[in-house]
DNA sequence: GTCTATAGGGAGATAGAC
DNA sequence: GTCTATCTCCCTATAGAC
């Protein structure tokens, strides 16, 4: 992460801003947006309180950094496990689910910050572009799915009830595991059996 | 609410502790659990920052309070909506996805505090009492719809998907909504839909 | 770019008057 | 049971030295 020439003690003198958004991170998966305060994370980082302000204007732009970056990762995962998936589009699709309910249980809280903070305005364009990228993988895939007659909007209308029921499943099986289990492998097996079911009931809906 | 002897100014010497947590539960739903605080709720109630420490030892007591209250009005919400749906078994069990679609909506946050916040621990009996109604609720009714060699078990982790992917949409749903959208009624005919595709997949699978 | 120091505010919780 | 007053802690954000 830090070039050669570095001695790097702490981030300083260093990437600060990459590593403050690492430990943003970090904080948000051990404490939930409840948790998370700039102070934390400047120690964390090992620097002092002020200096995250040389980064980011103030604290919710530290969040909306952070939040874009695990919308970013979470995007690569889901589109690696559909790659992993072979090349049966309802393979592909399905295991996108598998893929977003191993992240939620590894990284426990963390992503609840982009369901339960409000970065819907106009103010962060990153964040609504790397929403957009999330999304557009799933239409990709979806596309892939349905009938090839089916309309845009649909498919919008069939991935969003895929993401949001997906990340229902996730969220609350992380609050219901209250350590880490072993067996992540069998939970997500089982949120992709979910998301078969939603795909084959939908499939059957069209037919009649 | 108020007894008609009791001139009520205020929840002054009336019934205090219903109306913090009504208070409590009206705050949840407009700025969520990050900007829920004791003294907020108070002012709401028109009493001082103190008086809610004569009926909740602590701030958490408060949240507890309000969550169990709500986790009971939507365990009644569920059951009135399977009753309205009719005689047919799949009927009823869909139903309740739009009823918890429908309170999420109206409610916009507040229930958010029942999947952010943890209460899972031995000091809150309250909320796991009426948490095992809700799901009993949904048990009976899951039964109806299920195979009638189904196991307890299996019942349950279709319950649980359920339950979680009916939360998923709906929340993620008032999330997209910036403000509270007049056709409540499509959205939640959607959750509907989107109950039945699940079902229908899950017994597809049965079959096989 | 990072530090120390600090201003300013909000919120949890308690003490004691009434 | 409710009030006023207060203590303490933590957090956001800024000012100015280095």
């Not at 003198?13 to 947006?33: K, N, Q, Y």
């Not at 302000?53 to 695990?70: G, Q, S």
């Amino acid at each position: 992460m830090s070039s050669p020439t570095t001695p790097r003690r702490g981030y300083h003198h260093g990437d600060l801003r990459a590593g403050l958004i690492r430990e943003g991170i970090a904080l948000l998966g051990e404490t939930g947006v409840a948790g998370f305060s700039v102070a934390k994370v400047a120690v964390r980082a090992g620097v002092s309180s002020a200096a995250p302000y040389r980064h980011f204007p103030d604290r919710e732009a530290l969040l909306a950094a952070c939040a874009a970056a695990i919308l970013a990762e979470i995007t690569d995962l889901l589109a690696a496990a559909a790659e992993q998936a072979g090349p049966d589009p309802l393979d592909r699709f399905a295991a996108t689910a598998g893929a977003y309910t191993r992240y939620v249980l590894e990284h426990r809280a963390g992503i609840d910050l982009i369901y339960s903070y409000d970065f819907s305005g106009p103010h962060h364009p990153t964040i609504q572009e790397q929403s957009r990228h999330l999304t557009g993988t799933l239409m990709d895939l979806a596309s892939a799915v349905l009938p090839a007659d089916t309309s845009w909007a649909d498919t919008a209308d069939f991935v969003y009830v895929h993401l949001s029921t997906t990340h229902g499943y996730a969220t609350l099986l992380m609050k219901v595991t209250r350590r880490p289990p072993e067996d992540i492998d069998s939970l997500a097996a089982r949120a992709v059996t979910a998301a078969r079911d939603h795909i084959t009931g939908y499939l059957q809906r069209l037919l009649r």
